[in-house]
């Protein structure tokens, strides 16, 4: 069975290195474990465009949003350790944490955080900008989380936010005295697994490690430099701060169903010759996400979604932005649980999902941010191939569309700004608009000049990059970027129309004083940046 489990995985590749190549990705490296055993790996396209050299199962690639279940699985040693209770509020072990909100200050905990349900805003727009460069120091992860808005009551609803693992990877460092968060992970996950190519540094002198590309309107991609800044010791370690290969993956993907396995069948927290603690607490769901048609399971663990097969996958994703997402496992007789993530930044995409009723695994890691979610596509047509669905689904067709999708919604901004303009308004003279404004706790703040005639913005005075703004109507200013301009740029792609607006606010003598950016899209009031004066 497994033998004719390869044949058919290895006859997708023709299929996979087409979605890559539409995809506009350089790369790709993938891994699948069936029945607790490696069954196949391969690389596909470039880790370096340039020299040509191809990706493999140890290629190191930043794992962005992968990195979440390392530092959720740390969090459940010290609790193992009895260093701390999954529900100790996180104001008793962290007391630079103080959220404004008295539920949250008082109640919230670990959990709550890990899960996504602590109902604040996620503001990912602010720490960090161009190529991956963050922002803020790692101090000022706590003031920001103690200041984030609400956008619901705590444990109300989920909402992806990727501050909860910065409270994490504090809480981390908190109770492992003299261990920052990467060598807490590297002293307890890494190195007893044998996980010698996973690291949490940019400075290591491994070889073998992909560069990172963004894919251009026209489908080539574009080299990033310098390289993203997700690290130990920087802002957001804990949600995606490590960087590793299939094979290491695998190694750890492994070691997880097997302490499901084991410690769900003894009613324990540990197994025999398995570092990992506490899995079903971790695998377990703890919020639900959205409703699906069939009822079946779609909820969120800890750094883990779940859901019944058939379901469609890919929210944590980029692709339901670009196209309608289609049933994984149509077909099949009884509902299959899938334990999945995504990892996504401005220069890698990657999908992991596990069936833990038959110890799969399967991992897809893509080295470039491309015109669609390759590594999740890639990803469903390996599962569907796995579950050998009698209603399969055309993923290239998918990849073709959702990347033509995705390209045509940046022009799309422009034109529908325009569609809504008021003309013939007339701001201030534009030197009145100049100045730095700032977020009301003064961590993050936009900064506006006037050369040459045109108004410029650039964030936390990096000056290096000055975005110019156009008058849009009344004190409205527009920064609006191509899908060209952003990628060689290394941005996040941003395609809602208000993202590109500054409304700036007068007092009444006609002054002013702010300006209201709507960086987030999951809080459509905005935020306000209060004018200094120097």
């Known amino acids: 069975m497994i033998e004719t489990l390869q044949v058919r995985i290895r006859a997708l590749s023709p299929i996979i290195k087409d979605i890559i ?17 490696d069954i196949h790996t391969e690389g596909f396209g470039f880790r370096d465009v340039v020299n040509e050299f191809a990706p493999d199962e140890d290629t190191i690639y930043y794992l962005a949003s992968l990195s979440k279940s390392f530092t959720a699985t740390m969090v459940a040693m010290l609790v193992d350790r009895g260093e701390m209770k999954w529900d100790t509020p996180v104001s008793r072990i962290l007391p630079s944490f103080r959220h404004w909100d008295e539920s949250v200050q008082n109640n919230s905990n670990v959990i709550d955080f890990l899960a996504h349900r602590s109902g604040l805003a996620p503001k990912n727009n602010v720490w960090n900008i161009e190529f991956g460069q963050t922002t803020m120091d790692r101090h000022n992860a706590m003031p920001m989380v103690s200041s984030l808005e609400k956008l619901f009551d705590l444990r109300a609803g989920f909402k992806y936010n990727n501050w909860g693992y910065a409270v994490a990877d504090e809480i981390i460092t908190t109770l492992s005295p003299g261990l920052s968060w990467g060598t ?74 097997s302490g499901l396995k084991d410690q769900t069948h003894r009613n324990t927290t540990s197994s025999p010759n398995n570092p990992l603690v506490q899995v079903p607490t971790m695998l377990q769901a703890h919020s639900k996400m959205f409703e699906l048609p069939s009822g079946n399971e779609n909820s969120y663990a800890l750094g883990w979604a779940r859901t019944e097969l058939p379901a469609t996958l890919g929210s944590i994703g980029l692709n339901p932005t670009y196209i309608s997402m289609p049933l994984v496992g149509k077909g099949l007789k009884e509902p299959k649980l899938c334990l999945w993530h995504q990892g996504s930044n401005m220069c890698s995409l990657h999908f992991v999902a ?47 569309i959702s990347a033509q999708n995705s390209n045509a919604r940046w022009p799309k901004i422009k034109t529908d700004l325009e569609s809504e303009r008021t003309h013939g308004t007339v701001p201030l003279p534009l030197p009145s608009y100049v100045g730095q404004f700032y977020n009301k706790i003064k961590t993050f703040y936009i900064e506006v000049q006037h050369e040459n005639g045109q108004l410029q913005l650039c964030f936390q005075g990096n000056h290096q990059f000055w975005y110019a703004m156009e008058h849009y109507e009344h004190d409205i200013f527009t920064w609006v970027l191509t899908r060209d301009d952003n990628a060689k740029l290394g941005r996040l792609p941003v395609t809602w129309r208000n993202f590109y607006k500054m409304r700036f606010q007068r007092r009444e003598d006609n002054s002013i004083d702010s300006l209201i950016w709507e960086h987030d899209g999951a809080w459509a009031d905005g935020e306000r940046f209060y004018r200094i004066e120097a």
């Open 354 to 400: 596990l069936l833990p009723d038959t110890n799969t695994a399967v991992v897809v890691l893509s080295n470039g941010l491309a015109n669609n979610d390759v590594s999740d596509w890639i990803g469903q047509l390996l599962l569907q191939t796995i579950l050998d669905v009698p209603e399969p689904v055309d993923y290239l067709r998918l990849a073709q």
């Open 21 to 37: 190549k539409v995809s506009g990705a350089p790369g790709a490296s993938i891994g699948v474990v069936h029945q607790g055993e």
């Open 184 to 257: 807490a992970l590297k002293t307890n996950i890494f190195e007893p697994l044998g996980m010698s190519r996973t690291i949490t540094s940019s400075e290591s002198g491994l070889d073998n490690r992909a560069e990172h590309y963004q894919a251009l309107s026209n489908g080539k991609p574009h080299l990033l430099e310098p390289r993203p800044q997700f690290e130990d010791g920087k802002i957001m370690q804990g949600a995606i701060g490590v960087q590793s290969c299939v094979r290491d993956l695998l190694t750890y993907y492994k070691a997880l169903l």
